[in-house]
């Protein structure tokens, strides 16, 4: 009788990481977080998306990565930096696979008050991204309801998306998944809101240098438009 058991449930495990081997994973990538948040400043922003995801999670089927972002505008400090993300958004799509959802960015010169000394003033460049957020959340809960995958991984330290993210993981069961995307620190700014709305046990705070070192697409690609290459000063 032990042995029935034991063959049960050693046939039972082996179901179920066979059906999480075969469970399709869609991934939501906040792309203006996971850039101010683990990108800017250093040499890994031709970041491969897709070997990123599948060095982060292993052994996942990852059906589907939507990027969720907005065309930026050149400014006198960086005159190139639209030609360098359309570059990149090139080569994501066609290297990594990914589909572009596009929100918008405002760019407007307003006048702000210096801390010190006051009352002086001076013109600075405002920058607002819309519409990255409510997309992101919008294509989390339309998929989820359409049965386009059977777990999300979302990467976005904004706790703006616990309420879709709570929604498909606990009203919907849908395993959802958070990456917070910033660079390991001694003290990691964790977003509990969005670990307790997700599955909670694999959560990751951090996205570490070596995985984004590791995870580059080649400097130079041809797609069906011709070459793309990776900006020099990237």
């Known amino acids: 009788m032990d042995a029935r058991v034991a063959f049960h449930k050693g046939a ?5 990481y066979l059906l999480s081997f075969f469970m399709r994973t869609a991934v939501y990538i906040d792309g203006f977080n996971m850039y101010y948040g683990v990108l800017k400043g250093t040499a890994h922003k031709w970041v491969d998306l897709r070997k990123l995801m599948e060095t982060l999670f292993p052994g996942e089927t990852i059906t589907e990565i939507k990027y969720f972002t907005a065309a930026v505008a050149n400014v006198p400090r ?20 990914v589909q572009i959802i596009e929100g918008k960015f405002h760019q407007s010169i307003i006048r702000a008050a210096l801390v010190n000394p006051p009352p002086n003033t001076m013109e600075v460049y405002k920058t607002e991204e ?5 997309n992101l959340g919008a ?11 059977d777990q999300a991984i979302v990467v976005t330290g904004d706790s703006d998306l616990v309420t879709p993210v709570s929604m498909v993981h606990h009203q919907l069961k849908k395993p959802v998944i958070v990456v917070n995307p910033q660079k390991k620190q ?14 909670s046990r694999r959560y990751k705070p951090f996205i570490s ?15 069906q438009y011709g070459t793309v290459s990776k900006p020099a000063d990237w």
């Open 139 to 149: 294509h989390l809960l339309m998929d989820a309801f359409l049965g386009k995958f």
């Open 209 to 223: 240098t070596a995985a984004l070192s590791g995870c580059q697409m080649p400097a130079v690609l041809q797609d």
């Open 186 to 199: 001694k003290k990691m700014r964790r977003s509990y809101a969005l670990q307790k709305a997700s599955d």
């Open 78 to 97: 960086n005159p190139t930096q639209r030609d360098d993300q359309y570059a990149y958004w090139r080569a994501a799509i066609f290297h990594s696979r």
């Open 12 to 16: 039972a495990l082996v179901c179920f």
């Open 130 to 134: 819309k519409g990255s957020d409510v």
